[in-house]
């Protein structure tokens, strides 16, 4: 689905105002919802989480924090959802037999790099997880979840994008209000600059952590070149921009919705164009899981990773999750 435009801007239209009521009916749920006390695990639990409908970079903090607590040797798992699957957990995901559509692409790119898990029952996905042997859980998206006790959650910003036009769903994109979110999360990551002035909603002593994107190794060859660029994440500029920082000409681009599911056409289609235009077909990793198998050896793919603006703060901040971690028997 994409989200509609009016949940862009300052929220003032005749759509946000009729869709009031009904907004409000959804943050009393919620609230209700986050009165509930989930499991507490045996093994510390870091959640990375947001405020929004959509990416906001949860899925590329969660791989960045997975990286640096494997770096000190915790065995870490993933936990989440899996949004756009059809299977609902909990399930260990295993890239070579599942797909997108059966787990979600997110989880194909966090079980490329550790154990990932799929759970609609969070706690149900995270008592698997620790039988597995986990030792530490790193949860993508779940900060509106109360099945599954945190120990530090991070409310992840998107900076272009914010808090949309400030209203709960249906009238705007907020699972919640902004600062209901950021009393229950230890620090805020905001990725790229604040262009909408988001941090004004949150407490002036929550702690900010700001890093940007930064293409990965292999948008080098891209600089100079024409390319056709395609995604379906719920920020397209943030694909485009990135392209155009790493120096490529962008000839043709397409975007679709959020965990778009691709099909044949649709490849054949922006390969022809791409063709036509003399250009490169590139799009994000998190699309290219979600690509037909037989065009994958036809499109490039330009991965991201973040460039913290103060990486000790980041290690700090981990130090007490991983005093938590169990020492094995």
Known sequence: MRAPEFWTGDGHGLLPLLLSPAAAVYAAATARRMRRHGWTAPVPVLCCGNATAGGAGKTTVALD??????????GLHYLLRGYGGTLKGPLRVDPATHGSEAVGDEALLLAAERPAWIAADRAAGARAAVAAGA????????????????????????????????????????????????????????????????????????????????????????????VYAFCGIANPRKFFATLTEAGAMIAGRTSFADHYPYEDDDLRDMLAEADRLRAIPVTTRKDFVRIPPQFRSRVTVVTVRLDWEEPAAIEALLDPLAQRVPVPA
């Open 65 to 74: 924090l997975g990286r640096r607590l494997a770096r000190r040797g915790i």
């Open 135 to 226: 030792q530490c859980l790193v949860m993508d998206d779940g900060l509106q979840n109360p099945t599954l006790e945190k120990d530090l959650s991070l409310l992840i910003i998107d900076g272009t994008y914010g808090f949309g036009n400030g209203r709960v769903i249906p009238a705007g994109p907020l699972r919640e209000p902004p600062e209901t979110a950021a009393a229950r999360c230890r620090a805020v990551v905001l990725i790229g600059e604040d262009e909408t002035g988001a941090l004004a909603h949150l407490p002036s002593k929550l702690p900010v952590l700001r890093a940007r994107l930064v293409p990965g190794p292999e948008a080098e060859m891209l600089a100079g070149q024409p």
